[in-house]
């Protein structure tokens, strides 16, 4: 059995595509957001140059004064080539010392499930994030069971992403979900039972985290 494990989870990181997404967590000083936007906002065209965000995005419900910026890179290689030239060309990171109380990094892999997206999209305004942390494992039954109901979830609201982590929080998976209001999350919600959802993989999470987010100005999914 444990043989047949160990294939499952090496079957199913091969299909993973090999790009990463890097997720940053700020924990700011309460009061702080807007003077941060205001610092950061100016700096991004720049820094979209060097390489793609894929949302940035600050909470609304959950755990306040919190920042997260999602980017994407083909691998660990690009990510640190990217962030030694923009530090070396001048143009990151924005002047927050001060404003950032705390920092989290971790990388995520894209679920092997998941369509390509525009890159920008206006599928919000609402942004629901949900992380999940499971045994160790795990991940790959939970793949199994949610990619044949992917498709009739996509149609009740639109996803950012689905991801599980690579480094940094072991056993996480992290799904985000965008909803034009809370109305709209609400009838979506009312209509998980009839599509099988959420997948039962017989595993269940140990810890479980949502927060409502809002996006940034700049932010190509709005």
Do not use: C
């Amino acid at each position: 059995m444990q043989t047949l494990r160990f294939a499952l989870i090496r079957a199913w990181r091969t299909r993973i595509p090999e790009m990463i997404h890097e997720f940053r967590t700020y924990d700011l000083k309460p009061g702080s957001l807007a003077q941060y936007y205001k610092n950061t906002a100016p700096m991004m065209e720049k820094r979209l140059e060097y390489s793609s965000l894929v949302g940035y995005f600050h909470t609304e419900i959950g755990p306040l004064n919190r920042v997260l910026h999602i980017w994407e890179y083909e691998d660990l290689n690009e990510r640190t080539d990217v962030r030694s030239k923009v530090i070396a060309d001048g143009i990151w990171p924005p002047p927050n010392k001060g404003i950032v109380e705390n920092q989290q990094v971790d990388i995520f892999m894209p679920a092997p499930f998941m369509p390509s997206f525009e890159r920008e999209r206006a599928i919000g305004p609402l942004f629901e994030l949900r992380m999940y942390r499971y045994p160790v494992g795990a991940i790959p039954k939970v793949y199994e069971a949610w990619a044949p109901k992917i498709e009739a979830r996509m149609k009740l609201a639109q996803p950012v992403g689905i991801w599980s982590s690579d480094i940094g929080g072991a056993n996480q998976l992290a799904h985000m979900w965008a909803y034009e209001s809370f109305e709209h999350r609400m009838e979506a919600r009312k209509q998980f039972a009839s599509i099988g959802w959420p997948p039962d993989s017989g595993v269940m999470p140990i810890t479980m985290q949502n927060m409502i987010m809002l996006a940034a100005d700049f932010s190509p999914v709005q």
